[in-house]
């Protein structure tokens, strides 16, 4: 039984607009086991990008953590004060950000915004194992040790990319969270980057956390899935099984969009419209578009409970975790 | 940096020069109503008497020493070797002085007072825009806000006079006028360097005040909008110091556009520093050219102007050559005029 | 009835939200006020050379005194106060009609017209106003007319705005809808009008704004050294006359003051405007303050 790396408890995060509180995460839990990939999947404004930058309490006002518990390794990271989550991160956690095109500081040479993370956290080390240091993790994610010296418009969108994942990993970190590392990229250069990911990963035993939307993505990269939708988590699942025989109504619509080149038909999008986070519908908050709608589903919100061992629905179709 | 850039700068350089030596030369072609050395001569000759004979005949003669009847082109070229020598002929004002002359004296006045109140306003301004839009700053910088909101709207000169009122005449603390007092002889003593920096505070004060308030809300602005790039957040999630993000990472980035501001806006502040002098009678070009318009001395115009023209261009031509230390972009790219 | 309540209602809420733009508008109203209502209530032949007796100080005959011509000052300063926002107006008219044609054409058509006018900004650009309007109107033979003078400072203060104007062109000129509008057969002329017209409002009120400040900055600067109308009462040639008479040092604050302070609340009035117009295309300025 592996061990779980990172529990997320009860997280509630909104944003607060002039109109009202926007529930962008309404109750997330799940846990992340070491050395697994876990993808997480959504649709835009489904909360997924949220959830990443909470982990790291990234979130900046008017967005705020309104409850929950974010245990790494026992250590509730919500508690820390704001120099220790300072050091947490990069060192612990590291993010890959989401479009590497202006994640880097266009005045700066790869070299020295890859060393000012190490030297932030790790102050008794010679310029000369700097140097080494950094050589070294280029060669890991496949690049030319030259590219140290260059300024980052001299980079291509995935030698950008890589870069980035090069400072993620310069502290050996626990667990890294990946938020939509390819959105921006060619397929081919996605792939590539992709790759680098996953050799990274198996050599490490880094626990990653890929955040995203794309499915065929996520089916070729992650161990288990977990899906989003409007702020919570409707089901969690290894990979095969959620692919085989999902249990959700929207996880099978995600999968069952997009057109293959085997299964050609009509594209068949998702019915419905995505709902307002401000005012997000009573009961189970996929119901009005959900082809499976019981009478039941608009009165009590679903909890995300137990199907099956390592299966997890928030759907009124599988009982509601009562025993 | 690359020749092209470099070259193209120094293109811009020589085109502005050319250009006001140019306009320098066409423009009192233009208004042949106007001949000052007729109109000089009558008033000389007025104020002798009633004489008028052998006038026009003096006339002639000036016009030939200085070379007015000559074809057009000739004159041109002669005019451009001027320019390029510094030689602006005699003053008409201040005759036999030359334009030269008077230009050099005023010369080290303007661009010590100015040159230092402009470089100290934009580097303590710009901190202070930094600061300003920094979340984490202190809260008491945002009441000085407002106060710098009013003082960048000002122009220099006006703000000249109130100070010459309130701290040179009402309360006597400063002296009313000029660069240093009468009877004290110019020189490198240290005495008069005290008595010419006492000299100095009222007029630099008005730049350094203008362009605190400017500098401060181009800086803060251009903060507001940097603080949003994907960069900073990152800096902050590789778990960089506060310190660190604003300094490495957000004034830097920032300080590329704030310094374009103030390449641009070096016409703007010699203007105001010229008319500050006026109203300080500081003996630096401003005055000179006071002194010039008044009696219409069209050489000691065309002189001043040429050289504050000449100031300017390389001043602009220098913060052009800053540019690519500052931004490692601009060496790839065209320039982003 | 109603309906003009709730646009107040709106567009009062909205200058809560933007208090920049609504101070700086009043200031700006205000002294349109002062001019309007005080060309109505005062005679403004009193703003002539020997209308009263010399260096009084104010009284409740010369409100705010007389200066050592014998002009009433407030007679003086309400023609001054109009006169300044004319010359702001007509040149700020004449500098945006200039900025609008070379920014378009700029942008739009782009190639050897665009280099050329580019190159020509540039120039002017670094050249300091001040100078060349100083040997221009140093050459005039005869006194500088207010309209002479409009002209001068427009001509050197439209350069940063056909910049920015030609920037939003260019941005513009590669946005879906001008495609669309090509395709759907709409010529060049239309497509100016109809669509980049409406995007580029923001840009054009900013840009009026700037030119009229940087005029009327010039033209006060230009009186400041006494290039200005001598005939005409305006605000700097004001301050000149004071600066030439030794008011300051007369002590004859009710000379050199209120053009001073009108002139204060003019340029203020006109950078709060800059500013909260800065506000509507960036609303993150709004941060502090």
């Known amino acids: 039984m592996k061990t779980e790396i990172l529990k997320v408890h009860n997280l509630r995060v909104y944003y607060h607009t002039p109109l009202g509180p926007l529930k962008a995460v309404d109750g997330v839990a799940f846990n992340l086991r070491t050395g697994e990939r876990f993808g997480l999947v959504g649709e835009s404004g489904s909360g997924k990008s949220t959830l990443a930058l909470a982990i790291m309490r990234l979130i900046k006002p008017p967005g705020r953590i309104e409850a929950g518990q974010i245990l790494l390794n026992g250590q509730d990271l919500l508690k820390l004060s704001k120099d220790e989550i300072r050091q947490v991160r990069l060192t612990k956690i590291a993010l890959v950000p989401q479009g590497a095109m202006n994640s880097l500081n266009p005045v700066m040479r790869i070299k020295d915004q890859t060393i000012d993370g190490i030297l932030n956290h790790m102050k008794a080390i010679s310029r000369k194992e700097l140097n080494e240091r950094v050589f070294e993790l280029l060669e890991r994610v496949g690049l030319n040790p030259e590219v140290a010296g260059m300024f980052p418009h001299e980079l291509s969108g995935g030698m950008k990319q890589r870069v980035c994942l090069a400072i993620a990993i310069s502290l050996n970190p626990e667990v890294i969270i990946a938020d939509e590392p390819t959105s921006a990229l060619d397929v081919v250069v996605q792939r590539q980057v992709m790759l680098t990911l996953y050799h990274m990963q198996e050599t490490t035993g880094v626990s990653v956390l890929l955040v995203g939307h794309d499915m065929g993505l996520m089916a070729q990269f992650v161990n288990r899935i977990g899906v989003m939708y409007a702020g919570r988590l409707v089901e969690v699942g290894s990979v095969r099984e959620i692919f085989k025989s999902s249990l959700h109504p929207y996880t099978k619509l995600l999968i069952d969009c997009p057109p293959t080149l085997e299964r050609k038909g009509e594209f068949k999008g998702i019915p419905g419209l995505p709902p307002l986070l401000l005012r997000p519908p009573s009961g189970c908050v996929f119901h009005p578009r959900c082809s499976k709608v019981m009478r039941h589903c608009s009165v009590e919100v679903p909890r995300l409970h137990e199907v099956d061992p390592g299966r997890w629905a928030a759907c009124h179709l599988y009982g509601n975790g009562e025993i | 940096m690359t020749i092209i850039y470099l070259f193209k700068r120094v293109g811009l350089f020589f085109l502005v020069v050319w250009a006001a030596a140019t306009l320098i030369f066409i423009l009192p072609r233009l208004a042949t109503s106007r001949n000052p050395i007729a109109e000089r001569i009558g008033q000389t000759a007025g104020s002798a008497g009633y004489l008028s004979e052998g006038v026009d005949e003096m006339v002639k003669a000036w016009e030939a020493k200085f070379g007015l009847d000559q074809p057009l082109w000739k004159q041109y070229l002669y005019h451009l070797k001027d320019m390029i020598n510094f030689d602006f002929g005699y003053s008409l004002a201040f005759y036999p002085s030359e334009v030269r002359e008077l230009i050099y004296a005023a010369l080290p006045w303007t661009i010590c007072l100015f040159g230092m109140a402009t470089l100290i306003s934009f580097v303590l301004g710009s901190l202070a825009g930094a600061l300003l839009s920094w979340p984490t700053a202190p809260r008491f910088l945002q009441y000085l806000l407002p106060f710098f909101l009013t003082l960048s709207a000002v122009p220099h000169y006006l703000l000249g006079l109130v100070l010459l009122f309130f701290f040179a005449f009402t309360i006597r603390i400063f002296p009313l006028y000029g660069g240093y007092s009468i009877g004290t002889v110019p020189g490198f003593s240290f005495p008069f360097l005290l008595d010419a920096l006492r000299h100095s505070v009222l007029p630099g004060l008005a730049m350094f005040l203008v362009g605190v308030g400017f500098w401060s809300l181009q800086m803060r602005g251009i903060m507001v909008m940097g603080l949003e790039e994907d960069y900073i957040s990152f800096a902050e999630a590789k778990g960089l110091k506060g310190n660190g993000i604003f300094f490495r990472y957000a004034v830097r980035n920032a300080l590329l556009p704030q310094v374009t501001a103030l390449a641009i806006s070096l016409g703007q502040v010699i203007s105001g520093a010229i008319l500050v002098e006026v109203v300080f009678s500081y003996p630096g070009l401003g005055t000179l050219l006071l002194k010039a318009v008044s009696a219409f001395d069209y050489n000691l115009i065309s002189g001043v102007v040429f050289i504050i023209i000449l100031i300017i261009a390389a001043a602009t031509f220098l913060v052009d050559l800053l540019y690519p230390v500052l931004d490692p972009r601009i060496t790839y790219h065209r320039s982003t005029t | ?289």
Request: aromatic residues 8%.
């Open chain 3, 1 to 289: 009835m109603k309906t003009l309540g709730k646009s107040l209602g709106r567009a009062a809420a909205y200058g809560r939200r933007n208090p920049k733009l609504v101070i700086g508008m009043v200031f700006i109203l205000l002294l349109l006020l002062f001019w309007l209502i005080g060309s109505l209530l005062v005679d403004l032949t009193q703003s002539q050379p020997i209308s009263g007796l010399p260096d009084q100080s104010p009284s409740l005959q010369y409100l705010l005194g007389t200066d050592s011509n014998g002009r009433d000052l407030l007679a003086v300063m309400i023609v001054g106060t109009g006169l300044t926002l004319r010359i702001g107006i007509l040149a700020g008219t004449i500098g945006l009609g200039v900025a609008v044609i070379l920014g378009f054409l700029s942008g739009y058509y782009g190639g050897l017209l665009d280099t050329l006018i580019k190159g020509i900004v540039d120039v002017l650009l670094t050249v300091p106003p001040l100078a060349v309007l100083v040997v221009i109107a140093a050459m005039r033979a005869e006194a500088i007319t207010l309209n002479y003078m409009i002209v001068i400072v427009a001509s050197l203060s439209w350069m940063l705005p056909t910049r920015t104007i030609r920037a939003q062109v260019l941005t513009l000129r590669e946005r879906a809808y001008i495609s669309m509008a090509k395709l759907s057969g709409m010529n060049n002329l239309e497509i100016i009008v109809k669509e980049l017209m409406p995007n580029l409002m923001p840009y054009l009120a900013a840009g009026f704004v700037s030119i009229a400040a940087t005029a009327v900055l010039a033209s006060i600067g230009l009186e400041a050294l006494g290039l200005g109308p001598q005939y005409l009462p305006t605000l700097g040639m004001t301050i000149f006359w004071a600066i030439s008479f030794s008011a300051l040092f007369r002590g004859m604050w009710w000379w050199w003051l209120p053009p001073v302070v009108i002139i204060v609340i003019l340029f203020v009035g006109l950078f709060l405007l800059t500013a909260g117009m800065d506000e509507i295309a960036n609303p993150k300025l709004r941060k502090t303050m």
